[in-house]
């Protein structure tokens, strides 16, 4: 079984300032781990993604996540917030059967960002 | 580029009438998958195609059917669309060789029903 449990509905930073995007999983396996942006009615785009290979992943447009097995967590970071990544963005934990990956999808997180 | 696409944008059906909406893929994978996303919700997958072998979830109406006629297209078919059946469908594909694969999202067809 695999879950994931993101930590905040809704962030709210200023433009120029981190931003912190909280999650964790659990999963029987060694996970695969995932993080999407959604833009207002868009489709998911991949920011990341996690293979067990290097534990910090670096993204599109200035994001990046520490995988810690340790703590479970997947945090996404990124040092300064722009007003386009004003979006919704899921964590995903995925589950490879056969060949067929299926996706566990957090309950995702709205960025905000205040000019 | 490669990229999955898919027709309309924006669908408007009555309550009940049958409604088809289309996704085609220029990656060459092998999985294609439907996802229902309502609004402020994850993606809830509906079923997938692992080249022409179809996997439903076991959640999934019967009021929901899919088609594959080639690896390029895969058709979501609701019979008779119910107010509750108003959302987002996203399209996703993957290659399904195995080890830690992608899936690639469309931009989502909107469907309203009235």
């Known amino acids: 079984a695999q879950s994931v449990t993101q930590l905040d509905s809704h962030v709210s930073v200023s433009e120029g300032t981190p931003v912190l995007l909280r999650c964790n999983y659990s999963?029987?396996?060694?996970?695969?781990l995932f993080w999407y942006v959604q833009h207002p009615n868009k489709g998911l785009q991949l920011l990341l993604k996690?293979?067990?290979?290097?534990?910090l992943v670096k993204g599109i447009n200035g994001f990046e996540a520490e995988f810690k097995k340790s703590e479970t967590s997947f945090h996404l970071t990124k040092p300064s917030a722009h007003m386009s990544d004003a979006a919704e963005y899921f964590c995903?934990?995925?589950?490879?059967?056969?060949?067929?990956?299926?996706?566990?999808f957090g309950t995702g997180t709205r960025l905000t960002i205040i000019p | 580029d490669a990229m999955v696409i898919q027709n309309p944008r924006y669908q408007v059906t009555q309550f009940g009438k049958p409604v088809t909406l289309s996704c085609s893929q220029t990656?060459?994978?092998?999985?294609m998958y439907w996802y229902q996303q309502k609004s402020s919700q994850a993606p809830k997958l509906l079923f997938h195609?692992?080249?022409?072998?179809?996997?439903n979830e076991a959640d999934t109406p019967d009021n929901f059917q899919s088609r594959r006629p080639n690896t390029s297209f895969c058709f979501l078919d609701i019979r008779s669309p119910g107010l509750g059946d108003a959302a987002m469908y996203l399209c996703?594909?993957?290659?399904?060789?195995?080890?830690?694969?992608?899936?690639?999202f469309g931009p989502g067809t909107r469907l309203t029903v009235l």
């Open positions: 999963s029987s396996y060694s996970p695969s």
């Open positions: 995903v934990v995925s589950l490879n059967l056969f060949g067929n990956e299926k996706l566990t």
């Open positions: 996703a594909t993957s290659g399904g060789g195995g080890g830690t694969d992608t899936q690639y």
């Open positions: 990656l060459n994978h092998n999985v």
């Open positions: 195609y692992y080249d022409k072998d179809f996997n």
């Open positions: 996690y293979t067990s290979a290097a534990t």
